[in-house]
């Protein structure tokens, strides 16, 4: 940026001083930039079939690969001592409790309310009518069906969802990244140390502190790499799929994009203004770690900066380090979402009729298997591997898809980010604990 000042003494003039200032490109543009590219990059690359192939493999999925591994190095220790922290500072059981109550509450509603509109939407635009199944791409998802083997293997019902919380080796569950027993050992943690006289207390309490605040640090470190690990990775999709596979199932595409835009500004909207909260402003506030979020179609990448930013924007710590993680798991509007429009979408492209009451099947089954299979791998098409077979929609349909799942797994990964943060905001007003002034300094700080 170029400045120029007039210098004057006295009344007397002597010119002009060129002053060059720096342009500083915030990191929201830096992944933009770096989203274009790798859009560029992939369309050159995927009719170059070897040479394709030889980028892909030994540069393109490796730097990629680096940054989704390094975020998943930081989440757990962020996650458990935020969460410690937060819980010690309530220091009530029972107004954890109420909290804990409030949160799953809130968002086994919000949840179901996605649900319903993504059947209620595919039910009436029809976006599998009319599609010609042999122009359709195969996609293999062999993959997919061992991990939803592996996921039903380890009993996946309601009942086992709640057993699935209670880790008997937390260690275990901490190596695998398994938030849901994470979540739980650790709030028994918290408020097991909040019981502990202070001089025993305080203590532990500043080494956590001091642990999350050192690992936000690290965030900050890693996410400057976040530019070259968004344009690798969207390079790989493109490269790999390209935009023809698109062209089928442009109708599926659309509805869901437009979709998720609806639950976003309507819904969610909706929410926002019944907690005199403005939907667009969290959007605005939060733009950074949705093109970071859409980019990588990884919620896990931005979990970290959603706990600093949401904190900084009035929810007391102790709400924010408990509700950001269990979203993670309960919180899945974006999926959600996805899954029930996916699921009539394939159903209509074999020609099947689902009864009113096939659709409540589906329903109420997306509403236990959209839970329990949380943290897997390729977590939307586990779901529906299942959940189709429960209404008798033949799971074959999913191959047809897998082609589009990264365009529409970056739409629904970037509603999964908004819907969570504002969890926070309305479980914070809930418990009239929202700070209003210092959500208003930080609006004025951040637009």
């Not at 915030?26 to 933009?32: G, N, S």
């Not at 996946?156 to 569950?173: C, E, H, M, R």
């Not at 890693?222 to 990775?233: E, H, N, Q, R």
Request: hydrophobic share 55%; aromatic share 8%.
């Amino acid at each position: 940026m170029i400045k120029i000042i007039n210098v004057c003494h006295d009344g007397v003039y002597y010119g002009n001083i060129i002053l060059m200032k720096k342009l500083k490109i915030t990191l929201a543009w830096q992944i933009l930039f770096a989203l274009i590219l790798g859009v560029m990059l992939g369309t050159v690359l995927h009719n170059q079939g070897e040479l394709r192939d030889w980028i892909i493999a030994n540069i393109l999925s490796p730097a990629g690969e680096i940054f989704i591994r390094m975020i998943k190095m930081i989440v757990v220790p962020i996650v458990v001592a935020t969460l410690v922290v937060g819980i010690a500072g309530i220091g009530d059981t029972k107004k954890f409790g109420s909290i804990g109550f409030k949160t799953i509450l809130y968002f086994e509603g919000i949840t179901t309310l996605a649900i319903i509109l993504g059947i209620t939407l595919a039910n009436v635009f029809h976006p599998g009518n009319g599609i010609d199944m042999s122009t359709l791409a195969v996609v293999n998802i062999s993959k997919y069906e061992q991990t939803a083997v592996e996921a039903q293997s380890d009993d996946y019902s309601l009942v086992g969802t709640i057993l699935s919380l209670i880790p008997a080796n937390i260690f275990v569950s901490m190596v695998k990244g398994s938030m849901l027993p994470i979540i739980f050992f650790f709030a028994l943690f918290g408020l097991g140390l909040a019981s502990l006289p202070q001089n025993t207390r305080v203590p532990l309490l500043n080494v956590l502190k001091a642990v999350a605040e050192t690992m936000f640090k690290v965030t900050h470190m890693v996410m400057c790499y976040a530019p070259i690990g968004v344009f690798s990775l969207i390079a790989v999709t493109v490269a790999t799929f390209g935009f023809a596979s698109l062209m089928p199932l442009a109708k599926l595409v659309l509805l869901v994009y437009g979709a998720i835009i609806f639950f976003a500004l309507v819904v969610l909207g909706s929410v926002a203004r019944l907690c005199r909260l403005r939907i667009w402003t969290l959007i605005c506030i939060l733009k950074e770690e949705l093109i970071l979020a859409f980019s990588t179609a990884s919620s896990e990448s931005v979990l970290p900066r959603i706990i600093e930013k949401m904190e900084a924007y009035g929810a007391p710590a102790a709400i924010t380090n408990f509700v950001v993680p269990t979203g993670y798991s309960f919180n899945l509007d974006g999926s959600t979402l996805y899954q029930s429009i996916a699921a009539i979408f394939i159903a209509q492209l074999y020609g099947i009729e689902l009864s009113l009451g096939q659709e409540v099947v589906l329903v109420l089954t997306l509403m236990v298997t959209s839970k329990g299979i949380a943290g897997v791998p390729g977590v939307s098409f586990v779901v529906l591997l299942a959940t189709l077979g429960s209404v008798g929609i033949p799971l074959g349909g999913l191959a047809f898809i897998a082609g589009v799942d990264r365009i529409l797994d970056m739409a629904r990964t970037a509603l999964n980010v908004v819907g969570n943060a504002l969890a926070v905001l309305v479980i914070a007003k809930w418990e009239n604990q929202y700070d209003r002034a210092q959500a208003l300094a930080y609006e004025k700080k951040m637009l």
